[in-house]
Nanobody, 129 residues
Framework: QVQLVESGGGLVQPGGSLKLSCAAA?????????IAWFRQAPGKEREGVVC???????????DYSDGTTGRFTVSRDLAKNTVHLQMNSLNTGDTAVYYC??????????????????WGQGTQVTVSA
């Protein structure tokens, strides 16, 4: 399994931005793994947000109804073995614990959490005035 550590969460006002990071432990290269971001709000199921595969291609797990499309962008820094999630125009509906997860090579087409083998501990994002 891949050891993953998230960081960058916090409290932000509506309309603000945050950049989350997911660092993979040394010895696990992003060229061999897909990294996905999930989020889980209180009382709700964990849902996929976005994934970036081992070749750097991203797929969006969100549907247009939750409004993350176009506001959230995934990227990776191979030199630092880190994947980032840039979140803009945040609203209260984005409040959740955000997790990164890994699986070999390709993103899961379904985006189900069970498709991923390794998970970070999560980082809290709270959007509030």
């Amino acid at each position: 399994q891949v050891q993953l550590v998230e960081s960058g969460g916090g409290l932000v006002q509506p309309g603000g931005s945050l950049k989350l990071s997911c660092a993979a432990a040394a010895g696990f290269t992003l060229n061999s793994y897909a990294i996905a971001w999930f989020r889980q709000a209180p009382g709700k199921e964990r849902e996929g947000v976005v994934c970036i595969n081992s070749r750097g291609h991203a797929i969006d797990y969100s549907d247009y109804s939750d409004g993350t499309t176009g506001r959230f962008t995934v990227s990776r820094d191979l030199a630092k073995n880190t994947v980032h999630l840039q979140m803009n125009s945040l609203n209260t509906g984005d409040t959740a614990v955000y997790y990164c997860a890994a699986r070999r090579d390709y993103c899961s087409i379904t985006g189900r959490p069970t498709a991923y083998d390794s998970w970070g501990q999560g980082t809290q994002v709270t959007v509030s005035a």
